[in-house]
């Protein structure tokens, strides 16, 4: 009864506001730009250079030249304006963009993030993430609840403290994963607070998934 991907990102869109410069990172979260409520108008920015990114192209009609900083094909809309990425991330470093949507392989209680590299793997390179969770005005996390291990165990992914490199520390303000939301008071004593429950999933699920300490703040009864 876990959400979907398409329904993570769908409940990732309510956090978009009118106006907003919004980040969109590899994965669940580009998702995010096939649920941007009608009417409202948000502009997408790219590490790469890109401010305004249209809709992912229809196949046929892909222009290789067009690219997110995923490097997937995507299409430019009449306000669309380029750039150079030292602008980019000037931008980013400037506290100009309002949100930051992004996956994780572990979020901590207190909204530590670890999302660019497992000791011991290839990684050509940490990417724009530690910039973005660093100058950005929220930051909302976008994963699957648990990780499956080789083995066919699962690891949980929100933790008391990450043990993977940290992209940041106390940089995270929400969570979706494919069983809940929960918010983070990463500046304050808050910590983390679970306040939506995907449909048919229940407290007892959340508990023994989930290895971080949370409070209960639902809307309603699950």
């Not at 106006?19 to 502009?43: A, D, E, H, R």
């Not at 009609?61 to 380029?82: M, R």
């Not at 983070?184 to 607070?193: A, N, V, W």
């Not at 679970?194 to 959340?206: H, K, S, Y």
């Amino acid at each position: 009864m876990a959400w979907t991907r398409d329904q993570m990102a769908a409940r990732a869109a309510q956090e978009l506001r009118d106006g907003f410069y919004v980040n969109l990172g590899i994965g669940i979260p580009t998702l995010v730009s096939n649920y941007i409520p009608q009417g409202m108008k948000v502009s997408l920015q790219s590490e790469n250079g890109m401010l305004g990114m249209g809709p992912f192209p229809y196949e046929g009609d892909e222009d290789a030249d067009l690219i997110n900083a995923g490097k997937q094909t995507i299409t430019e809309l009449p306000t669309t304006s380029y750039f150079s990425s030292a602008d980019s991330f000037a931008m980013i470093r400037g506290g100009h963009i309002d949100l930051s949507i992004l996956g994780a392989m572990q979020v901590a209680e207190n909204g530590d993030l670890a999302n660019w590299m497992i000791p011991g793997k290839m990684v050509k390179g940490m990417g724009g993430a530690m910039d973005l969770v660093a100058g950005v005005k929220k930051v909302v996390v976008v994963m699957d609840h648990v990780a499956k291990a080789k083995d066919g165990m699962i690891e949980k992914k929100l933790l008391h403290r990450c043990n993977l490199p940290l992209t940041g520390a106390r940089v995270v303000d929400m969570v979706v994963t494919d069983l809940g939301v929960f918010t983070i008071d990463k500046h304050g004593s808050g910590g983390m607070t679970l306040v939506e429950l995907a449909p048919g999933v229940t407290l007892d699920d959340i508990k023994a998934n989930t290895e971080a300490s949370f409070q209960v703040a639902l809307a309603k009864a699950a």
